[in-house]
């Protein structure tokens, strides 16, 4: 039996030197994440480096603090001196960027935009949810729940962004405004949770809702600032549903919030497809092959990779998750371990 053991043992170590072999072989990926301090990025990190080591290489992770544009700017020239096969960013500041990305593509290593898009230089690829088209969405679960409320669209909006550096809020909220357009008797404040700020989103929300006790709708950008909205709703005595509340995102605690009553909506960003997206293209990217565009599955995901001035862009749709479809296992917030 102690000689079996032993065996088994052996078995299950060379198996993981094989694999760890078998990921080295294709080289080093850096991934630059923008922070660490909700669901979304420390889900985009393990998912990053689930499907890049799947495709065959090694992933290494740096992490910019709290979307510290400095250091991160730091982290990308350190990973270009150790001459990586690529490099996956997701950025602190599109624009700051620049430079760092025409360095490294001057090298010959390939740059890799995901989830928040850096259109001011060339990049080789990017992966990310169809942002706009989210913000397409959640104005009309906006449009629903003020219809529901009031037998047409009409009502107070307060519309929380997060930082207007990230393309993810800028995209959604174009999205939002241009199709809210269409109901002028909705009434929509717009402020700005910099560097996504979970207490200056509650700040914001407290400070307004002083002024504007009977305001009906309060959209957050994302679901950890909807997670402080609404505990300072209940600290101001609003009941569940007395204001409603639109997100995106598609985190665990979003998928809370719904289930508690306190989200009556959000749309969900398919994280998962994003990260898959990179690594279904990631040999071509490197070999540097022409990348054919159309239609493409992802993750379960119909989506489309199309050519814009700045490089070829994976575009994945968003889902809109209420009450009734919450507990769908399709949805990344169900699929995280806690």
Same mark, same amino acid.
């Given at each position: 039996?102690?000689?079996?053991?032993?065996?088994?043992?052996?078995?299950?170590?060379?198996?993981?030197?094989?694999?760890?072999?078998?990921?080295?072989?294709?080289?080093?990926?850096?991934?630059?994440?923008?922070?660490?301090?909700?669901?979304?990025?420390?889900?985009?990190?393990?998912?990053?480096?689930?499907?890049?080591?799947?495709?065959?290489?090694?992933?290494?992770?740096?992490?910019?603090?709290?979307?510290?544009?400095?250091?991160?700017?730091?982290?990308?020239?350190?990973?270009?001196?150790?001459?990586?096969?690529?490099?996956?960013?997701?950025?602190?500041?599109?624009?700051?960027?620049?430079?760092?990305?025409?360095?490294?593509?001057?090298?010959?290593?390939?740059?890799?935009?995901?989830?928040?898009?850096?259109?001011?230089?060339?990049?080789?690829?990017?992966?990310?949810?169809?942002?706009?088209?989210?913000? =397409?969405?959640? /104005? +009309?679960?906006?449009?629903? !729940?003020?219809?529901?409320?009031? &037998?047409?669209?009409?009502? @107070? *909006?307060?519309?929380?962004?997060?930082?207007?550096?990230?393309?993810?809020?800028?995209?959604?909220?174009?999205?939002?405004?241009?199709?809210?357009?269409?109901?002028?008797?909705?009434?929509?404040?717009?402020?700005?949770?910099?560097?996504?700020?979970?207490?200056?989103?509650?700040?914001?929300?407290?400070?307004?809702?002083?002024?504007?006790?009977?305001?009906?709708?309060?959209?957050?950008?994302?679901?950890?600032?909807?997670?402080?909205?609404?505990?300072?709703?209940?600290?101001?005595?609003?009941?569940?549903?007395?204001?409603?509340? =639109?997100?995106? /995102? +598609?985190?665990?605690?979003? !998928?809370?919030?719904?289930?508690? &009553?306190?989200?009556?909506? @959000? *749309?969900?960003?398919?994280?998962?497809?994003?990260?898959?997206?990179?690594?279904?293209?990631?040999?071509?990217?490197?070999?540097?092959?022409?990348?054919?565009?159309?239609?493409?599955?992802?993750?379960?995901?119909?989506?489309?990779?199309?050519?814009?001035?700045?490089?070829?862009?994976?575009?994945?749709?968003?889902?809109?998750?209420?009450?009734?479809?919450?507990?769908?296992?399709?949805?990344?917030?169900?699929?995280?371990?806690?």
């Amino acid at each position: 039996m102690k000689r079996s053991g032993v065996l088994l043992f052996l078995v299950i170590v060379l198996s993981l030197l094989c694999f760890q072999a078998y990921a080295q072989k294709g080289g080093l990926i850096f991934y630059l994440s923008p922070n660490q301090f909700d669901e979304f990025q420390t889900t985009a990190s393990k998912l990053i480096a689930k499907y890049v080591t799947a495709a065959g290489y090694e992933c290494r992770e740096l992490v910019a603090g709290n979307e510290d544009v400095t250091l991160q700017l730091n982290q990308l020239d350190n990973a270009i001196t150790q001459k990586p096969k690529a490099i996956i960013i997701a950025a602190c500041n599109g624009d700051a960027v620049i430079d760092g990305v025409q360095k490294a593509r001057a090298a010959g290593i390939p740059v890799i935009a995901f989830d928040r898009i850096i259109t001011s230089t060339q990049v080789d690829f990017t992966s990310v949810a169809g942002c706009y088209r989210m913000g =397409v969405l959640c /104005a +009309g679960e906006v449009s629903r !729940l003020l219809k529901e409320k009031y &037998g047409s669209v009409k009502g @107070t *909006v307060l519309d929380i962004m997060g930082d207007p550096g990230d393309s993810y809020t800028v995209l959604i909220e174009q999205g939002f405004q241009d199709t809210m357009k269409a109901n002028p008797d909705v009434k929509i404040n717009t402020k700005i949770a910099d560097g996504w700020a979970a207490d200056k989103a509650g700040n914001i929300a407290d400070d307004w809702m002083v002024a504007y006790p009977k305001t009906d709708l309060i959209f957050s950008h994302a679901e950890h600032l909807a997670a402080a909205i609404s505990s300072v709703l209940d600290t101001k005595g609003y009941k569940k549903g007395e204001v409603i509340m =639109v997100s995106t /995102a +598609g985190m665990p605690m979003g !998928l809370g919030l719904v289930r508690d &009553g306190w989200l009556q909506s @959000t *749309v969900e960003q398919p994280l998962a497809a994003q990260a898959d997206g990179v690594a279904m293209f990631l040999k071509d990217i490197i070999a540097k092959k022409k990348l054919k565009l159309g239609n493409y599955t992802v993750g379960g995901f119909p989506s489309v990779l199309e050519q814009e001035s700045y490089g070829p862009i994976l575009r994945i749709p968003g889902s809109v998750i209420t009450l009734k479809n919450v507990d769908d296992p399709k949805f990344w917030g169900n699929q995280v371990k806690k």
